[in-house]
């Protein structure tokens, strides 16, 4: 969790968000393979597999409902954040859906809704996971597998990611390679980090399947695609660690060697003093130049210290050495200043949104950086595009959402930023992403006190002024219904571009139908004037 930045920088030039704790990055270590069973499969292919039956949950005794803390107090929003509020909406209609449809979640009895939800697309599929489960559709919304346990995918592959079937998990589609990423972290000892990939550009093909061992607690990881490896940042713990407080891993899996089924390693970089960290991901076909470190980013501030705002976004620049993890190397955090933020509702697992109908209030996950820091190779420049949620001057949620543009030295530099701040309303738990021509778009929670949550799209096209998303929002899905007894919300929404053409926007979010228990997920696309 992060806050208000501790200091912007240190003596040495560097960051430091706890205070009289530099930010210490230890040396690169090779997590343990692991590998029981084939490595490639499962048997002749996903799609022909028969998920095996969950054990029955165990009953366990009826806790009574929690009591539902007040919302934290709303915080003074300086005049340098106020200036870069978008109030009004875009003055261009709204991009039209072009395709809408229910994903997983609660669809009738027998099924629920969830959290931890991740959405990629290939040249003919859409692939989501939500929770513990997985599914596969067709374009139009057609059902073609699943819902099955993530743990499918390595059935016939040990006891451990075939075994435990854990929330987290995430998908990507490597437009690179034209293969498919399925990571799976196991959270009980003996932790580990499960990779499948696929074998072709079928997603109901064959996987080649990885397991490596780590020695600390893998959670939140937020795999990226990068030319020289997978990265996969993770968090050791939501809670205090004695004399470190914070502890974050930089870890990075053997991409080229995984690709072809090789035996692969990966590498881990445990980081002390550190914010939840979002490594770079390339979208598009044109790969960053040879050699490029990958850049991670992060917001200031340590939520777990009461620091909950700050002025800066953070990066760190990768270099991995597959032939000696002593030569890889991981740069001190970086600030980049920017306009000052508050973490929405002072951070994550807080009683933030309201809903009509109920005390309950959602969760805002306010303290970190949304999936995914979104890469792209222009040719006459390279950008990333990544958003958190904030606190608005109306004493509600917003979306700040930035592009970056990396300099002679491969260091990010700030192109563009702005709040999306148009009312009263919460806007919160972003992803964005920019198509070939330079347009963006970012899908998000919106609700209130009078709207049930529901999803939204706001975009631009590069030519807008900066700062500005310059079409009116789209609508994607209404909530109907709200929800309880729990605050959690998602966690993150997600946003891909479609690779047939690199300009169709495919997003997926949460909502509550009317008189449901659960929510339901909604998957949708758009495509912004002028790109196809």
């Known amino acids: 969790m992060?806050?208000?930045?501790?200091?912007?920088?240190?003596?040495?030039?560097?960051?430091?968000?706890?205070?009289?704790?530099?930010?210490?990055?230890?040396?690169?270590?090779?997590?343990?393979?692991?590998?029981?069973?084939?490595?490639?499969?499962?048997?002749?292919?996903?799609?022909?597999?028969?998920?095996k039956e969950r054990p029955p949950r165990a009953q366990g005794r009826v806790r009574p409902p929690a009591p539902i803390p007040p919302p934290p107090k709303p915080p003074e929003i300086p005049a340098a954040a106020k200036a870069i509020e978008q109030t009004k909406q875009g003055s261009r209609p709204a991009p039209a859906v072009i395709e809408s449809f229910d994903g997983?979640?609660?669809?009738?009895?027998?099924?629920?809704?969830?959290?931890?939800?991740?959405?990629?697309?290939?040249?003919?599929h859409v692939f989501q996971i939500l929770d513990g489960?997985?599914?596969?559709?067709?374009?139009?919304?057609?059902?073609?597998?699943?819902?099955?346990?993530?743990?499918?995918?390595?059935?016939?592959?040990?006891?451990?990611?075939?075994?435990?079937?854990?929330?987290?998990?995430v998908v990507r589609y490597d437009q690179l390679a034209k293969r498919w990423l399925i990571v799976v972290p196991v959270f009980q000892?003996?932790?580990?980090?499960?990779?499948?990939?696929?074998?072709?550009?079928?997603?109901?093909?064959k996987y080649y399947r990885y397991e490596f061992q780590r020695p600390l607690f893998p959670d939140y990881p937020r795999p990226a695609v990068w030319p020289d490896g997978y990265y996969s940042p993770t968090s050791t713990s939501d809670d205090p660690i004695p004399n470190v407080v914070t502890q974050k891993h930089a870890c990075v899996a053997d991409r080229e060697r995984m690709l072809k089924g090789e035996p692969a390693t990966e590498q881990c970089v445990v980081i002390e003093g550190a914010v939840f960290m979002l490594n770079s991901d390339v979208t598009g076909t044109k790969p960053p130049p040879k050699g490029s470190p990958n850049i991670m980013l992060s917001t200031g501030g340590t939520q777990l210290l009461k620091h909950l705002e700050d002025d800066g976004i953070y990066f760190y620049k990768?270099?991995?050495?597959?032939?000696?993890?002593?030569?890889?190397?991981?740069?001190?955090?970086?600030?980049?200043?920017?306009?000052?933020?508050?973490?929405?509702?002072?951070?994550?697992?807080?009683?933030?949104?309201?809903?009509?109908?109920?005390?309950?209030?959602?969760?805002?996950?306010?303290?970190?950086?949304?999936?995914?820091?979104?890469?792209?190779?222009?040719?006459?420049?390279?950008?990333l595009v990544v958003d958190h949620s904030i606190a608005t001057s109306a004493n509600a949620g917003g979306v700040r959402w930035y592009e970056f543009r990396l300099n002679a030295q491969r260091d990010p530099v700030l192109y563009q930023q702005g709040t999306l701040a148009m009312d009263s309303s919460y806007r919160w738990l972003g992803s964005v992403a920019m198509d070939r021509k330079g347009d963006i778009a970012m899908g998000y929670s919106f609700g209130s006190a009078a709207n049930p949550a529901g999803q939204r799209l706001a975009s631009r096209l590069a030519k807008d002024p900066k700062g500005q998303m310059g079409?009116?929002?789209t609508t994607l899905v209404e909530g109907k219904g709200s929800q309880g007894p729990s605050l959690r919300w998602e966690d993150y929404t997600n946003i891909a571009l479609d690779p047939v053409d690199d300009c169709t926007f495919w997003f997926t979010g949460s909502y509550v139908k009317a008189d449901a228990p659960s929510s339901t997920t909604r998957i949708g696309s758009m495509v912004l004037p002028g790109c196809k």
């Open 133 to 169: 489960n997985m599914a596969v559709f067709t374009k139009k919304g057609k059902l073609l597998f699943g819902p099955v346990p993530n743990t499918t995918v390595f059935q016939g592959f040990g006891t451990r990611c075939s075994a435990t079937n854990n929330s987290d998990s």
């Open 189 to 205: 000892a003996p932790y580990a980090m499960c990779y499948a990939v696929s074998e072709t550009a079928d997603p109901l093909g």
């Open 2 to 51: 992060k806050l208000f930045l501790l200091a912007s920088l240190s003596v040495t030039g560097f960051a430091q968000f706890i205070p009289d704790k530099p930010v210490v990055i230890h040396p690169a270590v090779n997590s343990v393979p692991v590998r029981e069973g084939s490595l490639i499969g499962p048997g002749e292919g996903l799609g022909a597999t028969i998920a």
């Open 471 to 473: 079409f009116h929002e």
């Open 104 to 124: 997983l979640g609660y669809s009738g009895e027998g099924t629920r809704g969830g959290i931890d939800i991740s959405l990629a697309v290939g040249p003919e």
């Open 318 to 383: 990768i270099h991995v050495d597959w032939s000696d993890a002593a030569k890889t190397t991981v740069s001190k955090p970086q600030k980049i200043a920017v306009a000052p933020y508050h973490y929405l509702c002072d951070g994550q697992l807080s009683s933030c949104v309201p809903q009509p109908g109920t005390e309950r209030r959602l969760d805002s996950q306010g303290d970190k950086l949304m999936q995914g820091l979104m890469y792209r190779n222009f040719g006459d420049h390279e950008a």
